[in-house]
């Protein structure tokens, strides 16, 4: 076996964190929809020949962690390595038979060979504006997956090297926009060869046989690194509840419940007593759940430590079958990120008291989603706007939570009003932060988003996932909860009316106005040990009332 020395190691790890740096920007400028060129909302990675998750762009989201290490499973059951061929491009999506979160995370993996041999494989994941199904932007309405979207198994989009016409024509066809989705599908494509090209390079320096010892090694590295982290929190049984909001069919106050097992390095959670899986989208996949903890606990112990698989291998899940956080076929999943937001918040929730120098108040615990179509009177075409807004961070043990900002498990930007207005007969009337949203605190929480959007000329269709609309995002040690996020429409006559918090498919008029506001989060320690100068600060910027700061912060 090849050993590698640590200069080594060091060197090519790094080399293969460029090399998916590089092609995630490269997918970034070259895709079509606003959703991925300017919000972000993809992946690349770079997995080994046992389907191990090695490297990982540092933009990406954590999320599609678990799509990447779901697909890489489902492509290695599914085709014998003997079977790949130098050009070949597996493409999937499907959460319940390919491994995927839900159907708009589109998967593509790319095997890469050098001189013949198969080294290892480009991976990247792109959430589509659309895939089809039975509401514009794919992300709201629906009780069972088949409702959601296309559903693609593991397939060949190229076979050594030759588009396969007739798949893409039956991708596209299923599609909303079908034009923009193609200009996805290959900024994907773009970016797995120029991955593979980079890799190949790096083997003209580096043998196969080095590198499969770099991607051993770092695994390797990763778990100790973890597990030492994890050792250095006190012995004991931990434990935390929260709930999401409702799933839009009826039901409500869905638990989320942990008991988190500290044994020196050794990390076991286990999330019986969590509700049922439901007839919502809120639903999620076992590999979603693992994800979330696997971020959330990087996040507290060691946020430097490399985003690879050495990670999952430090912790044990338990989740039963059947709940909503390990759901069975055919349960719908398309809005899986807001459930996976409260996995994180009760993990966070239950690790505070062991670790408050670290802790950090409930975040806004959301993925809010706001989605418009319609045609463009100016053109005649058929558009789809597809945005999730960020909002409050917890405060934290030493500074505020950050305002209007995506969290945790959703690292992506918020669009700016310029490519809304650009791209779409869309008018941001306007855009700003939500006044005394943010839970008081000697650290405060941070403040949600309120975005204003009237149609141009036409009728939209709008549809939207909303959470922590009904539950406050909580406060820790003392802090305030921040407040709830909601929609609005608002009627001609400048009067407006609350929205439910997962509307679907509901028209908007050229004389009214959809208003967006996202939650706010919970501060950190009593209110009352803020420092004057910071309540003056507070009361200089204009984000809270005369009232909000005379209630929460008497001298």
Not at 208 to 230: C, G, K, N, Q, S
Request: aromatic share 6%; proline share 6%.
């Amino acid at each position: 076996m090849t050993t590698v020395d640590p200069i080594t190691l060091e060197i090519v790890h790094n080399g293969l964190r460029s090399i998916t740096d590089e092609a995630f920007i490269a997918l970034m400028k070259s895709a079509y929809s606003t959703n991925i060129k300017e919000r972000r909302d993809h992946s690349v990675t770079i997995c080994d020949l046992a389907g191990r998750l090695i490297a990982q762009a540092e933009n990406s989201l954590p999320i599609h962690l678990a799509s990447m290490l779901g697909l890489m499973e489902k492509v290695l059951e599914k085709v014998p390595l003997a079977d790949m061929r130098e050009g070949d491009i597996f493409v999937a999506n499907d959460p319940h038979v390919a491994g995927g979160t839900h159907l708009p995370d589109v998967n593509m993996a790319m095997p890469v060979f050098v001189g013949g041999r198969l080294l290892a494989f480009v991976c990247n994941i792109a959430h589509h504006a659309d895939i089809g199904g039975m509401v514009p932007g794919s992300m709201a309405g629906g009780t069972e997956i088949y409702q959601e979207g296309l559903r693609i198994p593991v397939i060949r989009l190229f076979r050594a090297g030759v588009l396969q016409d007739d798949i893409l024509d039956l991708l596209l066809l299923n599609v909303r926009v079908p034009m923009e989705r193609r200009g996805d599908y290959f900024a994907q494509v773009a970016a797995c060869r120029l991955g593979e090209r980079r890799l190949v390079e790096l083997a003209e320096t580096w043998s196969p046989a080095t590198l499969d010892a770099v991607f051993d090694e770092v695994v390797a590295r990763t778990e100790r690194r973890m597990r030492d982290a994890i050792g250095r929190i006190a012995p004991g049984i931990y434990t935390f509840a929260d709930v999401m909001d409702d799933d839009g069919f009826g039901a409500h106050d869905i638990p989320i419940r942990c008991r988190i097992e500290i044994d020196g390095g050794r990390f076991h959670i286990d999330f019986t007593g969590s509700g049922a899986q439901v007839a919502g989208n809120i639903n999620l996949k076992l590999s979603g759940t693992v994800a979330a903890v696997a971020y959330a606990l990087k996040a507290l112990l060691d946020p430097d430590v490399p985003n690879n698989h050495g990670v999952l291998q430090a912790i044990e899940v338990a989740v039963p079958e059947g709940t909503i956080l390990n759901a069975r076929f055919p349960a719908a999943v398309a809005a899986r990120a807001n459930t996976c937001q409260r996995v994180i918040d009760v993990v966070l929730g239950a690790l505070a008291p062991a670790l408050p120098d670290r802790a950090v108040g409930a975040a806004n615990g959301a993925n809010t989603t706001a989605v418009f179509s319609g045609t463009n009177p100016a053109t005649g075409a058929d558009y789809l706007y597809l945005e999730t807004l960020g909002g409050g961070f917890g405060g934290r043990a030493t500074k505020d939570g950050k305002d209007g900002v995506q969290v945790h498990i959703t690292n992506t930007s918020n669009l700016p009003v310029e490519a809304i207005e650009m791209e779409y007969p869309l008018l941001v009337e306007s855009y700003g932060l939500v006044e005394d949203s943010g839970g008081a605190g000697q650290h405060r929480g941070g403040l949600g988003l309120r975005r204003v959007v009237r149609p141009l000329g036409h009728t939209a269709v709008f549809s939207g996932q909303g959470e922590r609309f009904a539950h406050r995002p909580w406060g820790i040690f003392g802090g305030e909860p921040g407040a709830c996020g909601r929609f609005l429409l608002r009627k001609a006559d400048g009067t407006t009316s609350p929205l439910p918090p997962k509307p679907s498919s509901m028209p908007v008029t050229s004389d009214q106005a959809l208003v967006v506001e996202t939650p706010g989060a919970g501060g950190y320690g009593e209110p009352s040990r803020r420092l004057a100068s910071d309540v003056e600060g507070d009361r200089r910027q204009g984000k809270f009332s005369a009232a909000y700061l005379e209630q929460n912060y008497r001298r």
